[in-house]
């Protein structure tokens, strides 16, 4: 009896050791698909292969690695059965979302921003879930910028926006429009369990509302 006892000591002892892998979701509710583009910064692993395509309201779930993970998310459009010759997302311009995290599955930290310097393309809205502590606002340009984008700086036949960058911060101002350029709402995120990309959302989602939100998207994530 004891030796079995001890056995389920050191079993829980494994268990409450365990971490879970941080999730990166990339929701898509335009109303086209998209291609989402997944790149890690130079030296890093690539945690996608960049060939999946999200029709309206997919979804596509990747972990991050067990240590440290930064680089972007773009929505490509208009892409081929190979995922490429896309119109839009490819190469500039593009909405991009930038993700920072330490420690993978057992975060203790998270940096993440949405950034308009390269120009605009679809909406991006991203926001951390399950965090275990810290301010983790949902950050993101849920405008579609596209619709009174200035003639002059329209390309790829209206499907993106070069700018300008006061255009782009007067309409989204919890973006990036500037290499210098930071957010007005702070954050200092710990340990969330999913950073979620959401794709054309209709509004940005914050305090009790969020929370709510998020339980709406997860029970999307479980049906599907």
Not at 37 to 45: A, D, I, K, Q
Request: hydrophobic share 45%.
């Amino acid at each position: 009896m004891a030796a079995a006892l001890a056995f389920v000591v050191v079993l829980l002892a494994a268990g409450a050791g365990a971490s879970t892998a941080t999730t990166l979701t990339i929701h898509n509710l335009c109303p086209h698909p998209v291609w989402p583009l997944v790149t890690p910064n130079s030296g890093l692993p690539s945690i996608s292969d960049n060939t999946a395509r999200l029709d309206p309201n997919a979804l596509l779930s990747l972990s991050f690695p067990p240590t440290f993970w930064a680089g972007r998310v773009a929505a490509r459009t208009g892409c081929d059965a190979a995922a490429s010759g896309c119109w839009t997302g490819a190469a500039p311009p593009a909405t991009v979302v930038q993700v920072t995290v330490h420690d993978g599955g057992n975060l203790d930290r998270a940096a993440y921003s949405v950034s308009l310097v390269d120009g605009f393309n679809v909406p991006a809205v991203v926001t951390p879930h399950a965090a275990a502590g810290g301010q983790c606002p949902a950050l993101g340009c849920a405008a579609d910028l596209n619709c009174d984008c200035p003639p002059a700086q329209r390309a790829a036949e209206g499907a993106a926006c070069l700018g300008p960058p006061r255009f782009f911060k007067s309409r989204c101002p919890l973006t990036r429009t500037t290499p210098t350029d930071v957010e007005p709402t702070p954050q200092s995120c710990r340990g969330p369990g999913e950073i979620k990309v959401v794709f054309c959302q209709a509004t940005i989602v914050t305090g009790a509302a969020a929370d709510a939100e998020a339980m709406v998207i997860r029970s999307v994530v479980a049906d599907s």
